[in-house]
């Protein structure tokens, strides 16, 4: 006999990457069984969260208060990664080579997953190229069918633009994440990104 509520939590719980049914609902017990000031202390950080953390209107990536990548000065204004998502971004952060600018999409074009060209930040990236002194665009999305389809789709539309287009070598697996790959992986396909025009 499954309690409502431990069922509700269950499922919602479940929804998030990474933890299944099994898993949902020995966390939906693990919190019940918890005192009261330590549920209200996770409810807490969740609800601060979703208030405090948004997203830059120019990069894409996830900010409190100023932007960690467009408020330094000290990056590179000739390049520009263009990542899938802000976790990507904090994969070439962790490298300390890279010190260029990032655009984040925000997800990447799936037809099975009925992600167009409107769910991610394409225009965004058309506007901030025309206004800006940017020499490279490298396409970083990941290996895989979509991350490809993305990729080939903004070369497309970079083509007229008076910009070096270049892609990560295929030093990473496909199918892989930019997440998911050591430093020395991702160093390596970044050395060897190829021209696409």
Do not use: W
Request: proline share 3%; charged share 25%.
């Amino acid at each position: 006999m499954e309690l409502k509520s431990i069922e509700e939590l269950t499922d919602n719980l479940n929804l998030l990457p990474g933890i299944g049914r099994r898993s949902a609902e020995r966390i939906a017990y693990q919190l019940l069984e918890m005192d009261e000031e330590k549920v209200a202390k996770i409810i807490n950080s969740i609800a601060q969260l979703k208030e405090n953390v948004k997203i830059c209107p120019i990069c894409g990536a996830y900010m409190e208060q100023n932007c960690p990548f467009c408020q330094d000065e000290n990056r590179d204004k000739n390049i520009l990664i263009v990542v899938t998502s802000f976790k990507d971004a904090l994969a070439f952060e962790k490298l300390g080579s890279y010190h260029g600018q990032y655009h984040i999409l925000g997800g990447n074009l799936s037809a099975t997953r009925g992600i167009g060209v409107k769910d991610i930040r394409v225009d965004s990236l058309l506007k901030r190229l025309k206004d800006s002194s940017i020499q490279e665009v490298c396409l970083a999305t990941d290996p895989t069918i979509d991350g490809e389809t993305t990729a080939l789709y903004i070369a497309k539309l970079l083509e007229s633009y008076p910009i070096h287009v270049s892609r990560l070598a295929y030093g990473l697996p496909m199918g892989g994440h930019l997440t998911y790959a050591d430093e020395l992986t991702l160093l390596r396909s970044f050395e060897g990104r190829k021209s696409l025009k």
